[in-house]
């Protein structure tokens, strides 16, 4: 079971760090992505790493702001996010791609999301 934690409610210009973890198995042989939903609009990629941590993509809107990384003995993909704005306001979802491949295919399975809110 995948699961998004790290959420919670910040004003903008403030930054958080997303932590998306396993239970059960390990997550160090797949890529991981990040997407986010908003109220009211569609999911939307957020970024991804592959299963060795050495290629990364992100939603071009958001480079520079976001950076994903992970952490193979803790069992952890992290994504920290800086300079947050209200357009950030989402809860963003971890999800695993079972295929190996860059950028991968699809996702196969999803993790519970954790509320981001960015808010004055």
């Known amino acids: 079971q995948l699961q998004a934690s790290g959420g919670g409610l910040v004003q903008p210009g403030e930054s958080l760090r997303l932590s998306c973890t396993a239970s059960?198995?390990?997550?160090?042989?797949?890529?991981i992505g990040w997407f986010r939903q908003a109220p009211g609009k569609e999911r939307e990629f957020v970024s991804a790493?592959?299963?060795?941590?050495?290629?990364?993509s992100y939603r071009d809107s958001l480079k520079g702001r976001f950076t994903i990384s992970r952490d193979s003995a803790k069992n952890t993909v992290y994504l920290q996010m800086t300079s947050l704005t209200p357009e950030d306001t989402a809860i963003y979802y971890c999800a695993l791609a079972g295929l190996r491949g860059w950028p991968p295919p699809r996702y196969d399975y999803w993790g519970q999301g954790t509320q981001v809110t960015v808010s004055s």
């Open positions: 059960g198995f390990t997550l160090n042989s797949y890529a």
């Open positions: 790493i592959s299963w060795t941590g050495g290629a990364t």
